[in-house]
């Protein structure tokens, strides 16, 4: 296999790890959560560092995922939007507009940057809320497109050791490093056993956040109530 795959999404502006995580969150809530979409900074930073259906897990804070979002609004891939009556700004994502690209490829795209490399059977199985694809015949289709782009946006990787289905990753962040990626998704899934009591507070401090939100969204719901009381 190759360690290292050519192709670089824009050399002169790759994407950061935080960035592709934010952009991928913004992607992928739009369509599972489309009544809370935009997001507020504190619903994207549930989402980035949410357990399930991310790899690699991670921990990023307020400070740090607000300056992300700044970067990719500066690069047009985000906008910030303040909304009449709300206390907070809502941020929603570009990519549509930006790449030209449907809801298919969107969807795609987004499970790779959230999710790492993958075949298109994964990659099928893992979309469903996002785009229901009905064939895997499908999903390589919509991989291609993003393959010919120009700059491209995915690159198909060659066939591991005893396997026999390709794997596909996203261009984002540029070249993708095979042996890294591998090497990070096996530390991973080692540690998990390990990291009972770690994940246990995350989703506690998940729990708190999602409390949070619903206490605000009580209280604008009866601040609203109040002017036609």
Same mark, same amino acid.
């Given at each position: 296999?190759?360690?290292?795959?050519? =192709?670089?999404?824009?050399?002169?502006?790759?994407?950061?790890?935080?960035?592709?995580?934010?952009?991928?969150?913004?992607?992928?809530?739009?369509?599972?959560?489309?009544?809370?979409?935009?997001?507020?900074?504190?619903?994207?930073?549930?989402?980035?560092?949410?357990?399930?259906?991310?790899?690699?897990?991670?921990?990023?804070?307020?400070?740090?995922?607000?300056?992300?979002?700044?970067?990719?609004?500066?690069?047009?891939?985000?906008?910030?939007?303040?909304?009449?009556?709300?206390?907070?700004?809502?941020?929603?994502?570009?990519?549509?507009?930006?790449?030209?690209?449907?809801?298919?490829?969107?969807?795609?795209?987004?499970?790779?940057?959230?999710?790492?490399?993958?075949?298109?059977?994964?990659?099928?199985?893992?979309?469903?809320?996002?785009?229901?694809?009905?064939?895997?015949?499908?999903?390589?289709?919509?991989?291609?497109?993003?393959?010919?782009?120009?700059?491209?946006?995915?690159?198909?990787?060659?066939?591991?050791? =005893?396997?026999?289905?390709?794997?596909?990753?996203?261009?984002? =962040?540029?070249?993708?490093?095979?042996?890294?990626?591998?090497?990070?998704?096996?530390?991973?899934?080692?540690?998990?056993?390990?990291?009972?009591?770690?994940?246990?507070?995350?989703?506690?401090?998940?729990?708190?956040?999602?409390?949070?939100?619903?206490?605000?969204?009580?209280?604008?719901?009866?601040?609203?109530?109040?002017?036609?009381?």
């Amino acid at each position: 296999m190759q360690d290292d795959i050519p =192709g670089s999404f824009d050399p002169a502006s790759d994407l950061d790890p935080n960035e592709i995580r934010v952009l991928g969150v913004l992607a992928e809530k739009e369509a599972l959560t489309p009544d809370n979409y935009p997001m507020s900074l504190n619903a994207v930073m549930n989402g980035c560092n949410q357990l399930s259906s991310r790899d690699p897990v991670m921990q990023l804070s307020e400070d740090v995922v607000h300056d992300t979002l700044q970067r990719l609004m500066q690069r047009k891939l985000v906008n910030g939007i303040a909304q009449a009556g709300a206390r907070v700004i809502k941020y929603e994502h570009r990519m549509r507009i930006k790449w030209t690209l449907e809801q298919d490829k969107v969807a795609v795209l987004a499970v790779l940057m959230l999710r790492g490399l993958q075949t298109a059977g994964e990659i099928r199985s893992r979309t469903g809320r996002l785009h229901e694809f009905k064939s895997v015949a499908e999903v390589e289709s919509v991989l291609q497109f993003l393959i010919d782009k120009y700059p491209p946006l995915v690159a198909r990787l060659e066939r591991a050791p =005893g396997t026999k289905e390709y794997r596909y990753g996203q261009l984002l =962040g540029g070249p993708i490093d095979v042996a890294r990626m591998d090497a990070g998704g096996a530390a991973s899934g080692g540690s998990s056993s390990g990291s009972t009591g770690a994940r246990v507070a995350q989703l506690e401090q998940e729990v708190a956040a999602l409390r949070s939100e619903v206490d605000e969204l009580k209280a604008q719901f009866a601040a609203f109530r109040q002017q036609f009381e």
